[in-house]
């Protein structure tokens, strides 16, 4: 059985982001998969990441929670809409706060390279866009699709990263 985990990242309660997510989580269940779902909105949390890796930020229980799923997860579902040419501020937010150094990545000591620590997972981005899908790959170069995809996640060592936007 497949372990599914779905990152609803529009903060507001009602929108197309979250009937999206409904409709993955559905057709998830009903073809056996194992599936669990963050609606970012709901989670309290400072987003800020106030003293970068300088400093240890405790986590709050509802981030703490983010990682225990994130951990459980086989394939990670981010269902999220295009703001500003990438992702809304609450889940820039929440990457910022757990997808840390000793969580999703490792530094090497006098090294230029790091370890992978979330290797083993797949992913899948579901991004809506209010902008001609032509536009924003040809003329806006994909930013969001670009940090989320090569930046964060394929960073931390989660592959493939799948793609849908529209």
Not at 71 to 79: D, G, I, N, P, S
Not at 92 to 114: C, E, H, N, T
Request: with cysteine.
């Amino acid at each position: 059985m497949k372990k599914i985990l779905i990152i609803q990242g529009n903060p507001k309660a009602e929108s197309y982001c979250q009937a999206l997510a409904q409709a993955y989580e559905r057709g998830a269940s009903a073809s056996g998969a194992e599936v669990r779902r963050i609606d970012i909105g709901t989670l309290t949390f400072d987003p800020n990441l106030q003293f970068g890796y300088s400093a240890d930020s405790p986590l709050e229980e509802d981030l703490v929670r983010v990682q225990q799923d994130i951990q459980w997860a086989e394939h990670l579902v981010f269902v999220y809409p295009n703001w500003w040419g990438t992702m809304p501020a609450l889940l820039k937010g929440l990457i910022d706060r757990v997808f840390l150094p000793g969580f999703a990545f490792k530094y090497r000591k006098g090294s230029a390279l790091w370890d992978k620590l979330l290797k083993g997972r797949s992913a899948r981005l579901i991004m809506t866009l209010d902008t001609p899908i032509w536009y924003y790959n040809l003329i806006q170069k994909k930013p969001g699709v670009n940090m989320m995809k090569k930046t964060i996640l394929e960073f931390c060592g989660i592959t493939p990263v799948r793609v849908t936007t529209g």
